[in-house]
């Protein structure tokens, strides 16, 4: 949950975009977010993670399929943790 209450990040269509990025984390954390408006949010998206500062480590992406509501989680080893959205329409990401 963001302290400042929700972010809110322009995804246009075709267009890879971060939406969440995390570093030296430590700890579980996760997100949750939806996309605005609901009915427009198909494509995919993609999380990469390092477990290992700086990019050393670097797991294999994960590719999920877009939905209205998701929630993305970084573990106890995710060092780094970043969250690409490539929608096929234009949407709005409202993250916390």
């Known amino acids: 949950m963001a ?9 246009p269509a075709g267009v890879a975009t971060r939406i969440l990025v995390t570093r030296a984390g430590g700890m579980p954390a996760s997100w949750r977010v939806r996309f605005d408006p609901p009915g427009a949010a198909t494509g995919t998206a993609v999380v990469r993670r390092s477990v290992l500062p700086l990019g050393i480590g ?3 992406p994960e590719a999920r399929p877009l939905a209205p509501e ?3 989680e ?5 060092a780094s943790h970043q969250v690409v959205v490539e929608p096929d329409h234009d949407v709005t990401a409202i993250i916390g």
């Open 70 to 72: 998701m929630v993305f």
């Open 58 to 60: 670097l797991q294999p």
């Open 3 to 11: 302290l400042l209450g929700p972010r809110e990040v322009r995804c």
């Open 74 to 78: 970084r573990g106890w080893f995710d």
